[in-house]
T-cell receptor, first 114, second 115 residues
Framework: AQSVTQLDSHVSVSEGTPVLLRCNYS??????LFWYVQHPNKGLQLLLK??????LVKGINGFEAEFKKSETSFHLTKPSAHMSDAAEYFC????????????FGTGTKLQVIP | GAGVSQTPSNKVTEKGKYVELRCDPI?????LYWYRQSLGQGPEFLIY????????DSGLPNDRFFAVRPEGSVSTLKIQRTERGDSAVYLC?????????????FGPGTRLTVL
């Protein structure tokens, strides 16, 4: 069984300050983990993914995430928030079950204050 | 190249009616997924196709929901006797393979409103 918990439903940061969006997962196998972003009235876009290679994963738009097996975490970070980062972010987990049935978290809405 | 497209973008129907939602995946993608996203929630898995066959339909909520992909490309999600609780955004995604780690590319969704 797989599940994912996004610890914050809303995060508010000032422009230019660091972003931290938290995600914890549960998986029976070696998981793949993803972060997706959803801008208002836009489709979901992949930010980055972890698939058992390097534990520190770099994605688009300056985002990165670190896979920590001991903590079952996959937190998303960015050193400096930009106004265009305001969106909803989803952490996603997939068990190594032979195909990519994924489970989405409930999402974290990021607000960037000018 | 074209991404995943979904039609219609919006569908308003009355309780008890039948609706069909269409998904055109990226050309050549063998895997196709349907999700449902209710307001304030993350997408919820409904069904997964590998080619023409439904490899996993465990997410379909009940027998009013059915999906087909007869030629291994376009897919249609069919909902019979719609209920107000079916109102949501229905998302389709495709992937070049069904293996773990393959990126899913999402369409813009169909917003279904059942009055």
């Amino acid at each position: 069984a797989q599940s994912v918990t996004q610890l914050d439903s809303h995060v508010s940061v000032s422009e230019g300050t660091p972003v931290l969006l938290r995600c914890n997962y549960s998986s029976s196998y070696s998981p793949s983990l993803f972060w997706y972003v959803q801008h208002p009235n836009k489709g979901l876009q992949l930010l980055l993914k972890y698939t058992s290679a390097a534990t520190l994963v770099k994605g688009i738009n300056g985002f990165e995430a670190e896979f920590k097996k001991s903590e079952t975490s996959f937190h998303l970070t960015k050193p400096s928030a930009h106004m265009s980062d305001a969106a909803e972010y989803f952490c996603v987990v997939s068990d190594s079950g032979g195909y990519q049935k994924v489970t989405f978290g409930t999402g974290t809405k990021l607000q960037v204050i000018p | 190249g074209a991404g995943v497209s979904q039609t219609p973008s919006n569908k308003v129907t009355e309780k008890g009616k039948y609706v069909e939602l269409r998904c055109d995946p990226i050309s050549g993608h063998t895997a196709l997924y349907w999700y449902r996203q209710s307001l304030g929630q993350g997408p919820e898995f409904l069904i997964y196709f590998q080619g023409t066959g439904a490899a996993d339909d465990s997410g379909l909520p009940n027998d009013r929901f059915f999906a087909v992909r007869p030629e291994g490309s376009v897919s249609t999600l069919k909902i019979q006797r719609t209920e107000r609780g079916d109102s949501a955004v229905y998302l389709c995604a495709s992937s070049s393979s069904g293996g773990q780690g393959g990126e899913q590319f999402f369409g813009p969704g169909t917003r279904l409103t059942v009055l």
